[in-house]
């Protein structure tokens, strides 16, 4: 099938937030004496449970955890003050508009959360579709996606979806989509083997040689 649209998950991949939100992490873990064991972290990682997670493992040394919660909040919002997109998602976003294709988001963080992210980086009329986890069931579920494709009135066969973590693209793929890795660098060395294709970043290669290269794949 011709492609139609394009699905991006959101943190960690249209944007770096995946970093600022472990450096909060890690920081509010040290102000208690502990560390953060990233093989925990990655077990979270494009999931609804980041938090609870983390506050369960804080509980283990905090006898109220949650009082630490606004401080990281504020933290990460902080540390995102000056960020913008990931290298290369304004170029893939110009290709794609070029190519009239449709474009949408399918994150399990909140529609607060990406939305708010997606005006501060100048991004949000760019999609069409916006589905996040606090309408429909988180990755590695595929609903999210699912009802991105159903927003944008195309079927899975005509998207091309872009994730940076392997829980992303288990949802992605259970919703029927040729999924890209385009791992940070937090998810780089996890294991992208069931992605349709790995790239290193979104300056590795153009759109318009990605979507050759897919098509040539399925042919």
Do not use: C
Request: glycine content about 10%; charged content about 20%.
């Amino acid at each position: 099938m011709v492609t139609r649209a394009l699905i991006f998950d959101f943190d960690g991949t249209l944007a770096d937030t995946e970093a600022a939100v472990l450096q909060s992490w890690q920081e509010t873990f040290r102000s208690q004496g502990v560390e953060l064991p990233l093989e925990v972290w990655h077990t979270v990682i494009g999931t609804q449970d980041t938090a609870s997670t983390m506050l369960a493992l804080l509980g283990e040394h905090v006898p109220d955890p949650e009082t630490l919660r606004p401080g990281m909040r504020n933290r990460v919002l902080e540390l995102l003050e000056s960020g913008g997109p990931r290298e290369g998602v304004v170029g893939y976003l110009d290709a794609a508009d070029a190519r009239g294709l449709r474009l949408g988001v399918a994150s399990s963080s909140s529609g607060t959360w990406v939305n708010g992210q997606l005006d501060r980086l100048g991004l949000a009329a760019r999609f069409t579709a916006v589905e996040t986890g606090d309408r429909h069931a988180a990755k590695p579920l595929p609903d999210t996606y699912l009802a991105a494709l159903a927003t944008l009135g195309v079927q899975a066969g005509e998207a091309v979806a872009f994730e940076d973590s392997p829980h992303g693209v288990s949802a992605a793929k259970a919703a029927g989509i040729t999924t890209v890795a385009v791992p940070n660098p937090i998810t780089a060395g996890l294991d992208f083997g069931h992605a349709d294709l790995v790239l290193p970043s979104f300056t590795d290669r153009s759109l318009d040689d990605l979507l050759a290269l897919l098509r040539r794949s399925t042919t």
